[in-house]
Structure formats: structure tokens, C-alpha cells
């Protein structure tokens, strides 16, 4: 072969075997999902809470006719904020961003949102003093290969005395969980899937002005609050929602967003019944009780993190990270320690309960510059009824199964619909939202 | 790429040995399904960027091939590659790059017949692989829980390079080439915790990989090599 040859050879070679199939292939690939999908169908989503805001965000952007049906009188689901009862505004609902590696962080990175490492101190209340460690370390849930059994009977099992009660119930408490239903097993594998990071952050704003401001604004026109839907009828062509006054919606998808504990206890009817895989599925979660209380001192004289109280299990400093003069502590409390105050049934003795503990804890100090209280009860409002989804003793694969979209007409979103480790959280709820949209797309697109 | 440069440095100092030590730098065009639909979604559960993030797609690839002596027209060799891919997006407060490595390790088999096939020639590839993401944001690399946010992945590769050589003297050639490989399975369960930041949401924990790369060898030969084409 001559080198004339070879040239044309070799361009007829690199143009049919290489840039033809890579231009090809370029032209094919595109850099987002669902680039030119053009969808005149109608989708409802029911429930404004961070994962029912995303997907609407997400639709909207789209261009996709959508309405959110909320409830209650506000959006934002388990977030909110309280202004007025310090010189910063209060996060009721969510207030800590879990780890760096989420889409939340990219939001507040992308929008200079600052934030602040929570690197508070924890100290303990054990055997009825301030310690900053304990004899044995109270940490043994992430390890592998645990029994599915609860925390409270594997911390027995572990010989942990009943000295160690509150300091496991604590534990618990931050996965929204009693010790004694939280399954050590289960809430293990969801650890392994946990991708985000273990450092807490606060915002120097409130985490809801975050998710207001930038995701919530661009959707409020789409939202009608005040509107229970009582049930949903997906058996036709179009899902006919109908809400506790009797009006009705109609949709050609529809995004259930609402919290697991609505699912749990059957307060929306659907027709034809949802599988029953599904109603057991939903039956595995647990919902504890959740309760937020805010109390205002006119001095600082407790720690910045204390576990092992009897009747809130973590009380926290929750001025980490604000630019503030004011002394707030939080009570963080979950689960049974929950639902007893809860059952207490006003704030002020729920206030007070706190603040005989926190007597007994400081040596009376609470009292005497105790100077007001905010409390917030999840469990007493009717649309949410408790802190957030977690895993019971025999969870299995509830939560994929949970998950799962129906006949490409239900689809499911919220924190405890998140399948990849993050639930419980704000972030975990987004991705739940964008997923449901993805699915629903992706429908369309087949 | 330390490593790279070890390997070659020592090549070159026994290439008394070699009957050809071949180096080649091409322009690599990568195709991953996993890793695309990683960004893909990336992309599309993050409208407030307003520019998007290029897909894995072009990159630049460099070898070394040495291949043993023989007197027979199918002549074997070991190979050495390294290829990097970057997706660079640029949004206010955000420069986010991610950046995809691989090196490659394998057996060559090396096809050439002068009588009827002149300058052409044929290299069949198996290789393992291996590969590294990375994501930087801010040119820094993204480190949270002070660790550095990394998908490492291990693999297998099988390649065919086929090439023209030109020679420009009795012991050095240089050749354009094309080739085009497949990576059926590169098992790295961490590319989506690191481009999309979720994990068994956008796809499955290994990745196949289809590349194709056009470039240009460089063949250094021993003096007593015959010159088998011109």
C-alpha cells in the first residue's frame, strides 16, 4: 500500500469506525434526564413538606401543570420557624443539616448560605452527675452483624446496666425512636447506606428560611392549603382525590408526600385498596412521638450537649451557630419520653416537667432564670403525628416495598420513602421528591 | 502517574531486551451508561445550577507497550495505560469538576504481517483496571468527615488497537491509530456517592465502560529488528 492509500484508507477508517459512531453517540447523549420531555398531563402532589416542595420545584421547571395540596395552613411539613421569641429565628422543625455530601449542601454552597460546624460537647447526666465520658462507651450501634433486636435489649445484652437507660434512650431519640422499638439491626443496614457525612451544620438563617426562600417561593402559586385529601380513587384513567369536604381533584399522577404515620394509620382511603404488601409495609415503620421544646434562661449555665435525662434525653444549647445574645436550650425529645409529656396535654406542665429536671440536673438553676418557653408538639399535630420514620424489629424490605410507585399512577415521596439511607432527614425527603419525579417521567417516556 | 513514570523509565532502561517499545498518546472518548445516568440525574435534581455538568465523555489517554521478540507474525507484550476524563461546570459560588482516572495493566498481543499487510498492524489488549473519581469544588478537592470524596473502582478491559506504521528511520516509526475498548465490568460502588450523592438511587454499584481513542504511537525498535515495512 502506498502512502496515498494509506491516507484515504485510514480517513475512511477513523471516520467510519470511530467519528461517526462517537459523534453519533454525543448527539444521543444528553447532559440531563428527561431533556426534551414535553408532558401535558396533570400531577397533584399531596403534601407540602420538604419532598413534596422539591418535586413541585422540579415540575415547575419543567413545565409541567402541577398543584400541591397541603393540609394544613403553612408548608414545610416537619420544618418551621418561630420568630420573635429570641434575637434569631428559631427552627421548630429541622434545624441541622446532616453532613456535606447531599444535595442540600450543593444548594447552600451554590447560594453562599452560611452555615456552621456543630461541634458542641456532649457530657452525660449518669448515676446523678455531669460526666464528659462514661464507663463503657454507649455507642454500639453502627457496628455490623447486630441481632434484630432492639437498642434497649441489645444494650442489655451488651451488659449495659439500667444505669445506661436514658443515655441509650437518647441514642435512639435522635432516630426519632423509643430504645425499645428501634431494631439495632435494621437502623444498622440504614447506617451502611448513609453517604453524607457524620458533621452536623446550623444555618446562621433558619434551615425553613432556606427551603422558603429556594425552594418553597417558586411553587407557592401552585399550593391550596386547608385541604385534606380524605381519599383517592386510581382506578380509572384519571386519580380522582376527594378531601374531607367532599371536593375533588382530578390528576393523571399523583405524588403522596404525606408523613408515614398518615399511610400507618389509614387516613386516606384509596380505591381500588392499595396491595397489601404495601399496607404491611407500611405497617412496619415506626412514628414515635417528637416534641421540640425551646426554653429561654437569662443566663448560660448548661452544657452544650447533655444525654441521660429521664424526661427529655437530650438537652441541647441551640445557639451553636447563631449570631445571638439570647441563652435557648433545647429539649429534644423523643419516643416514650415523648409521648409522656405529650400525654401531660398542656406546655406549661410540660415546661415545668423539663424545668424540675433540669433543677435536679444545674442545682435549681433553670428556675431561677428561667424566663420563657416555646414548645412544639409533632404527635398533637393532625396532619403529621410524629417526629419522622424509623426502623422497626422485622423491617426487612419494607421501605423499597413502601417506595414503590402503583400502575404508574401513585407514586411516593417524604423522608421515610427515601430507599438510599437518608431518611429522617431534609436532604433524604428531597431526594425522594426528585425521585418521584424521575419515576413518573420515566412512565411517561416508556 | 508516579507509577506511570516508574514503569516507563524502567522499560526504557531495559529496552535492550524489547523488540519494540511503543508509546502512545491519543484522544480518548469515554461511554458509560452508570456514570452518565449519575450526572444525568445530578443534573436534573439540581435545577438552581444554572449550568450543567458535562458528562464523562472526552479525555486523553497515553500508553507504553513493549513487546517481546519474536520472529513470528502474532508477537506478545505487556501494556500500560492511563486515561483521564474531567466534567468541569462553572455556576456562581460553585466551580464543581469531577475527575475520572484510569490505569490500565495488561497483556498484549501483537499482530503484524509485512508481506501482506505493509505497515499495518493489530494490538489485542486484556488489561485490568483501574479507576478513581474524584470530585474537586473550588479547584480544592471536596473533603467532608475530613476525607477526600473518592470512588475507587477495579476491573477488567479488553482493547483492539489497530495502526499504520510510518517509518522514519531504520529504528523509530510512528504510527496513527484507533482503538477501541471495553470495560465490562468495573466494579466501583462509590461513583454515584460521589457524583449524585446517593447511593443505589441512579444505578448499581459497577460500571461498564466502551471507550474509543485515535492518536498517534511513537515506535522505538532495536537495530537488528527488520524493517518490515516503508
Known amino acids: 500500500m502506498d502512502r496515498r492509500n ?16 462517537s459523534s453519533v453517540l454525543t448527539c444521543c447523549r444528553k447532559e440531563s434526564l428527561f431533556e426534551d420531555i414535553n408532558y401535558a398531563g396533570k400531577v397533584i402532589i399531596v403534601g407540602a413538606g ?46 441541622w443539616l446532616h453532613g456535606q455530601n447531599n444535595i442540600v449542601a450543593d444548594l447552600i454552597k451554590a447560594q453562599n448560605i452560611k452555615t456552621t460546624l456543630d461541634d458542641s460537647v456532649l457530657s452525660y447526666w449518669f448515676n446523678n452527675q455531669i460526666v464528659d465520658s462514661l464507663p463503657k462507651d454507649p455507642f454500639i450501634f453502627e457496628n455490623k452483624n447486630l441481632p434484630d433486636i432492639s437498642f434497649k435489649a441489645y444494650a442489655q445484652q451488651q451488659n449495659f446496666g439500667s444505669e445506661y437507660d436514658n443515655i441509650v434512650e437518647a441514642i435512639a431519640g435522635d432516630q426519632g425512636a423509643s430504645a425499645s422499638l428501634l431494631s439495632a439491626y435494621w437502623n444498622s443496614k440504614d447506617e451502611e447506606n448513609w453517604t453524607s457525612g457524620d458533621e452536623d451544620f446550623k444555618f446562621e438563617k433558619s434551615f425553613f428560611d432556606v427551603l422558603n426562600d429556594h425552594i418553597a417561593q417558586p411553587v407557592l402559586p401552585n399550593i391550596i392549603y386547608n385541604t385534606q385529601i380524605s381519599s383517592i380513587d386510581y382506578s380509572g384513567d384519571k386519580t380522582i382525590l376527594k378531601d374531607s369536604n367532599n371536593n375533588t381533584f382530578e390528576a393523571d399522577k399523583v405524588i403522596i408526600s404525606v408523613p408515614i404515620s398518615i399511610l400507618k394509620l389509614n387516613e386516606i382511603n384509596f380505591a381500588p385498596a392499595l396491595p397489601s404488601e404495601k399496607t404491611e409495609a407500611f405497617s412496619k415503620f415506626g412514628m414515635g412521638a417528637g416534641m421540640k421544646v425551646f426554653l429561654k434562661f437569662s443566663t448560660k449555665f448548661y452544657r452544650d450537649e447533655l444525654y441521660g435525662g429521664s424526661v427529655c434525653g437530650a438537652y441541647v444549647d441551640d445557639t451553636v451557630g447563631k449570631l445571638t445574645s439570647d441563652n435557648i436550650l433545647l429539649a429534644f425529645i423523643m419516643g416514650d419520653q415523648a409521648a409522656n409529656l405529650h400525654a401531660l396535654g398542656s406546655d406549661s406542665l410540660i415546661a415545668n416537667a423539663l424545668l424540675q429536671e433540669l433543677d435536679e440536673i444545674y442545682n435549681g438553676q433553670a428556675s431561677s432564670t428561667f424566663i420563657a418557653s416555646s414548645v412544639h408538639d409533632y404527635t398533637s399535630k393532625p396532619f403529621i403525628k410524629g417526629a419522622y420514620g424509623f426502623s422497626t424489629i422485622g423491617m426487612g424490605d419494607a421501605r423499597q416495598i413502601a417506595a414503590k410507585p402503583i400502575g404508574n399512577k401513585l407514586f411516593f415521596s417524604g423522608e421515610a420513602m427515601n430507599i438510599n439511607g437518608h431518611h429522617q432527614t431534609v436532604h433524604g425527603a428531597v431526594e425522594s421528591g426528585y425521585k418521584a419525579v424521575i419515576d413518573i417521567l420515566k412512565g411517561i417516556k416508556k | 502517574m508516579k507509577i506511570i513514570l516508574v514503569v516507563i523509565s524502567l522499560i526504557f532502561a531495559d529496552n535492550s531486551i524489547s523488540q519494540t517499545l511503543t508509546l502512545n498518546i491519543a484522544y480518548d472518548y469515554c461511554y458509560s451508561k452508570q456514570l452518565d445516568n449519575a450526572i444525568q440525574s445530578y443534573n436534573f435534581a439540581r435545577p438552581f445550577l444554572a449550568n450543567k455538568q458535562p458528562l464523562l465523555m472526552h479525555g486523553t489517554s497515553v500508553s507504553a507497550s513493549y513487546i517481546f521478540k519474536s520472529e513470528k507474525h502474532f508477537k506478545h507484550g505487556i501494556n500500560i495505560s492511563y486515561s483521564y476524563f474531567r466534567s468541569h461546570a462553572e455556576n456562581e459560588n460553585t466551580v464543581n469538576n469531577y475527575n475520572l482516572h484510569f490505569l490500565n495493566l495488561g497483556y498484549l498481543v501483537h499482530y503484524d504481517n509485512p508481506e501482506k499487510w505493509k505497515g499495518f498492524y493489530l494490538d489485542l489488549i486484556f488489561s485490568a483496571t483501574s479507576s478513581g473519581l474524584f470530585r474537586k469544588i473550588n479547584q480544592e478537592p471536596f473533603v467532608y468527615d475530613d476525607n477526600k470524596s473518592k470512588a475507587l ?33 468495573v466494579y466501583s460502588p462509590k461513583n454515584e456517592v460521589v457524583i449524585n450523592q446517593t447511593k443505589g438511587l441512579t444505578g448499581k454499584n459497577w460500571t461498564g465502560i466502551l471507550n474509543a481513542q485515535i492518536g498517534c504511537a511513537i515506535h522505538l525498535k532495536k537495530r537488528n529488528t527488520e524493517r518490515n515495512s516503508v
Not at chain 1, 494509506?6 to 459512531?21: A, D, H, R, T, Y
Not at chain 2, 495502526?163 to 471495553?182: A, C, M, R, T
Open chain 1, 50 to 95: 420538604a419532598a413534596g416542595l422539591y418535586a413541585g420545584y422540579i415540575l415547575k421547571l419543567k413545565g409541567i401543570d402541577f398543584t400541591i395540596i397541603e393540609a394544613s395552613n403553612v408548608h414545610g411539613g416537619r420544618m418551621g420557624k418561630l420568630d420573635g421569641f429570641s434575637d434569631y429565628t428559631i427552627d421548630t422543625g429541622a434545624q
Open chain 2, 153 to 185: 473502582g477495579i476491573g477488567g478491559d479488553i482493547g483492539l488497537r489497530m495502526g499504520y506504521e510510518i517509518y522514519v528511520s531504520k529504528s523509530i516509526s510512528i504510527s496513527p491509530f484507533v482503538l477501541i475498548g471495553y470495560s465490562p465490568y
Open chain 1, 6 to 21: 494509506f491516507i484515504k484508507q485510514s480517513c475512511f477508517l477513523s471516520i467510519g469506525g470511530l467519528i461517526v459512531p
